[in-house]
Antibody
Framework: QVHLVQSGAEVRKPGASVRVSCESSGYTFTDYFIHWVRQAPGQGLEWMGW????????NYDQKFQGKVTVTRDTSISTAYMDLNSLRSDDTAVYYC?????????????WGRGTLVTVSS | SYEMTQTLSVSVALGQTARITCGGDKIGSKNVHWYQQKPGQAPLLVIYKDSNRPSGIPERFSGSNSGNTATLTISRAQAGDEADYYC??????????FGGGTKLTVL
């Protein structure tokens, strides 16, 4: 059974950084891209970028370039999303999700989300 | 960049049919996916590639896509269908794009 297990909630001050992890199980980690999606309180879904766990190649939405870095450790089937220079408007639930490595494929399994709160 | 438009809210009487639309330029030429999100939960894929249901999704959920509109149809709506619904496509310039979401209320 496919599972994406995310790390727990985090609280950071403005200007700090945060790392969210996403551990995959139940499938071959390198066969699926990992996507990161965030949702600010009361708002919709916002795509941030994807990681190809096989090659380590990443692609970020233009809005998040320089803001987010996604990496992985294939030995433990885990992807990491680092967010830097945090601001109050980065307060959101951050989700990881998987998708086959082809354009047009859906995000078929999601993690439960990690709440990141940025507050002084 | 590509944009999609969803109605903010849709209401449906219990047991009736709800239709949630996603508008976009020539969206009929794209693969549209639909996600259901209940409060405090992660999104759940309910329709992929316009009209396909993942395993475990009831047959009451169906989808269509043509021209400039994709539609998610929920037949015999139940109280448990109350949720936010998001459409999603891939675009060559922006990769993954979500619609703004539609809140479904079952009366």
């Amino acid at each position: 059974q496919v599972h994406l297990v995310q790390s727990g909630a985090e609280v950071r001050k403005p200007g700090a950084s945060v790392r969210v992890s996403c551990e995959s199980s139940g499938y071959t980690f390198t066969d699926y891209f990992i996507h990161w999606v965030r949702q600010a309180p009361g708002q919709g879904l916002e795509w941030m970028g994807w990681l190809n766990p096989d090659s380590g190649v990443t692609n970020y939405d233009q809005k998040f370039q320089g803001k987010v870095t996604v990496t992985r450790d294939t030995s433990i089937s885990t992807a990491y999303m680092d967010l830097n220079s945090l601001r109050s408007d980065d307060t959101a639930v951050y989700y990881c999700a998987r998708a086959l490595p082809a354009a047009g494929t859906p995000l078929d399994y999601w993690g439960r989300g990690t709440l990141v709160t940025v507050s002084s | 960049s590509y944009e999609m438009t969803q109605t903010l809210s849709v209401s449906v009487a219990l047991g009736q049919t709800a239709r949630i639309t996603c508008g976009g330029d020539k969206i009929g030429s794209k693969n549209v996916h639909w996600y259901q999100q209940k409060p405090g939960q992660a999104p759940l894929l309910v329709i992929y590639k316009d009209s396909n249901r993942p395993s475990g999704i009831p047959e009451r959920f169906s989808g269509s896509n043509s021209g400039n509109t994709a539609t998610l149809t929920i037949s015999r709506a139940q109280a448990g269908d109350e949720a936010d619904y998001y459409c999603q496509v891939w675009d060559s310039s922006t990769d993954v794009i979500f619609g703004g979401g539609t809140k479904l209320t079952v009366l």
